[in-house]
């Protein structure tokens, strides 16, 4: 048996690695010496022995989650271990308090292993102590909350509280677009407390990231503060400093870590967990399913630690972690963007920024908190003039109460190499993507012209041929199918964003779409069908939590990114690149499947942009599905029945006003054409009786439909009626004198003329 010297004399070797490895055998020797109860005593069985210092070592070796925090420093370290040996000695276990910081440094990354902690600590003010009386309780906003047993924290000595949709309450949004899991990504909560959970003076909060869902590496924590019994922050904001990016070094600056890191991203074999507990081998490489040079790593600012933490995740060790982290750190591009901001979120003064800050987007502050607080960027000093057809409404600048999908959300769970195998590496959708990188060169308008046709052929190519004979499949739910087709389009995606972003696209728009151009754009419709309805894929595992609003949320939010990239630019051609009548109805879906959330300034907005993505095409509704299309403008559909939850309780003399300004807009240019211009289209025929066709399906039904209806929810009837003077020009059939003089019943359910 060993004495307390000759322990003692080992304890300067355990600050090797080797030392700490080859250890566990000795431990094994030392018998237990001392029954107490200590902090040192990691397993809580009532002593402190070889047991807990073996668990000690496992801790700082990373074999188990990191649990003890004798030193105060919130890390597993070799001070820790000497601290439990001198306990298993016979000596005191010696505990130093976490070190209070005047600042807490945010975001707090909460990623690594399953069962890996991270500890902040605060102080409270005496002053503040009658704030803390009664049951008390926390404020968090967490971006990266994907699933109900993801995480949780602890206050002080407190027992573990789940963060999940039992535990917490969702502020805003979040909550009505299906919550955890669901379209928001980024999540604001308050978590109730027992009485006494936090005092006067020092505490802390330590996060845990409980276990992966075999995707998941942890999440972070972008605010926290004690909510005081009078409702104010006991932390004041001086307390918090966010983390700069343009400060941080890379792990190593040899060029040897930098060139293995290069190389570790483009072929360093990878893993992922399996269910069982084991890993299974991938074909992918990071390059695979991020931008093939690792831009997007650099560009949104995802920290050494978050990489080092992923790499291991998929089966790298530390050092290559770090050696990756390097490379990327390494990398000549742009940084303005971070992992929780959506990428091209929209926002005021946006357009005033470089071209090379666009996919930063205007970050979550720039997400509204409500629909209705879009109103005086739709109708500034409450003037409609920008809704004419001739004008351009500017979806790039238009805040959201939404936030577009994060880049995370961008990234396929599985490459489709390997959820599809050679069907996919000998696929168009592949080749014709690689093709386009041998094309293209940066900043080169003639290269960018040259290769459109390419372009085209791989949007054929992966829509119709790959896309398109996966979308009718009959079992959703076997093979993991919904997450394996969503990443196929959902790697499209990505490897468009790196096309545009490696070869400056963005800045070219005038290359695709010529005078008409807006100062920044994508080419195609590539985000309009990553939508989950465009892929035919239903609500159920695999897409978010599962929920049928997360389904309906996804499906608009990748239109609305369409909207933002590519709004038609003068080049809008029957549904491409955008499908306005699927907007209009995914908008009411969204709305019913969040228990009737308000919703009617978005559609407003669509029908705007649709208004003068119409017009701005230069043809004429003779051309048919070709030209002006009546059916995609006329405001039929907003004074449907169903559309009415879509506005907020108080809201008819608003909702007057918008039917009215938009009814004036849509007038004007549909009285521009001729009757012979909508016959030669097919629009509408002379010989029709309006009152007798389909409301929904045609021109003329849907306008006698609409006009009672207008004017029963406040249109003002001298407008209804110069509409239908119109009408009665190009359907002279129609009873117009009677459609003029309609009343509607309560809810414009029923009216005379119908």
Not at 8 to 19: E, F, G, Q
Not at 36 to 44: A, F, H, V, Y
Not at 418 to 447: H, I, V, W
Not at 490 to 509: I, Y
Request: proline share 6%.
């Amino acid at each position: 048996m060993l004495g307390h010297g000759a322990l003692l004399s080992l304890v300067p070797a355990i600050k090797t690695r080797k030392w700490i490895r080859q250890s566990g055998l000795l431990f094994a020797l030392i018998p237990s010496l001392f029954a107490q109860s200590s902090p040192c005593d990691l397993n809580g069985d009532g002593v402190v022995n070889v047991a807990d210092v073996q668990i000690a070592v496992n801790e700082v070796l990373g074999l188990s989650a990191c649990t003890m925090n004798l030193d105060g420093t919130g890390a597993c370290d070799v001070a820790d271990v000497q601290r439990v040996i001198t306990a298993a000695l016979g000596g005191a276990c010696v505990v130093t308090p976490p070190t209070t910081s005047t600042t807490i440094t945010l975001p707090i990354e909460v990623m690594g292993s399953n069962g890996v902690t991270a500890p902040v600590s605060f102080s409270i003010p005496a002053a503040s102590a009658p704030l803390l009386s009664g049951a008390q309780t926390l404020s968090l906003q967490i971006h990266g909350l994907k699933y109900q047993t993801q995480a949780s924290l602890r206050v002080n000595s407190s027992a573990w509280i789940p963060i999940n949709s039992s535990t917490v309450t969702l502020q805003g949004l979040g909550g009505a677009y299906g919550g955890i899991g669901g379209g928001f990504h980024t999540l604001s909560m308050t978590l109730s407390l027992p009485a006494g959970t936090v005092g006067a003076g020092n505490n802390t909060v330590t996060f845990m990231f409980n276990g992966t869902d075999g995707v998941t590496s942890g999440f972070r924590v972008l605010a926290l503060n004690v909510v005081g019994s009078d409702g104010s922050s006991l932390l004041p904001s001086s307390t918090f400093v966010w983390d700069d990016p343009d400060n941080w070094q890379p792990p190593s600056t040899l060029s040897s870590d930098i060139a293995a890191g290069e190389t570790l991203y483009t072929t360093a074999a990878l893993t992922v967990p399996t269910s069982s507990g084991g890993t299974a081998a991938i074909r992918a490489h990071c390059s695979d399913c991020h931008t093939q040079d690792g831009r997007d790593l650099k560009y949104f600012n995802y920290s050494n630690n978050s990489i080092q933490i992923r790499s291991k995740f998929h089966g790298l060790t530390a050092q290559q972690g770090n050696q990756i982290a390097s490379y990327i750190r390494s990398l000549n591009v742009p940084n303005p963007g971070r992992p929780w901001n959506p990428p091209y979120q929209p926002g005021a003064g946006l357009d005033a920024q470089p071209v090379a800050n666009w996919a930063a987007g205007a970050g979550l502050a720039a997400v509204l908190d409500s629909d209705a607080a879009m109103q005086p960027f739709l109708m500034p000093g409450g003037s409609t003039a920008g809704w004419a057809a001739s004008q351009y409404l500017n979806t790039r600048q238009v805040p959201l109460a939404m936030q577009l999908p994060d880049w995370n959300s961008w990234l396929p769970a599985v490459h489709p190499m390997d959820a599809f195998g050679s069907s996919f590496t000998s696929s168009g959708m592949y080749n014709d993507y690689l093709k386009l990188r041998s094309e293209l060169q940066p900043n080169n308008s003639a290269a960018y012209n040259s290769a459109l046709s390419d372009f085209g052929q791989w949007f054929v190519d992966t829509d119709t041929d790959f896309l398109g004979s996966l979308e009718n499949n009959a079992d959703w739910d076997a093979n993991n199918l919904r997450t394996t087709v969503y990443s196929a389009a959902l790697w499209r995606l990505v490897k468009f964003f790196e096309l545009n972003q490696e070869f400056g696209l963005e800045a070219m728009p005038q290359v695709p779409f010529g005078s008409k151009a807006n100062v920044r754009g994508w080419f195609g419709n590539a985000p309009f069908n990553t939508s989950p309805n465009m892929l035919h894929i239903p609500a159920g595992t695999g897409l978010g939590n599962g929920s049928a609003v997360v389904k309906s949320y996804l499906s608009l939010i990748w239109y609305q990114l369409q909207a933002v990239l590519n709004d038609g630019q003068g080049k809008e051609v029957g549904s491409s690149p955008i499908d306005f009548p699927y907007v209009f109805g995914f908008v009411q879906d969204l709305s019913q499947k969040s228990n009737n959330s308000p919703e009617a300034m978005v559609v407003f907005m669509w029908y705007v942009k649709s208004l003068q993505e119409e017009t701005l095409t230069g043809v004429g509704p003779q051309q048919g599905s070709f030209g002006w299309q009546p059916m995609y403008t006329i405001p039929s559909f907003l004074v449907y029945g169903n559309m009415q939850p879509l506005w907020p309780a108080g809201s008819s003399a608003t909702e007057a006003a918008f039917l009215q300004g938009y009814l004036a807009a849509w007038f004007t240019q549909v009285a521009s054409y001729t009757p012979q211009q909508y016959y030669a289209g097919g629009w509408a025929n002379a010989s029709d009786n309006p009152a007798t066709l389909n409301v929904e399906t045609t021109f003329g039904g849907a306008l006698w439909y609409m006009l009672p209806r207008l004017r029963y929810y406040g249109v003002n009837a001298a407008l209804t009626q110069q509409v239908g003077n119109w009408a009665a020009t190009v359907w002279p059939h129609g009873n117009w004198a009677l459609n003029n003089s309609a009343t509607c019943n309560a809810g414009a359910g029923q009216c005379t003329s119908d």
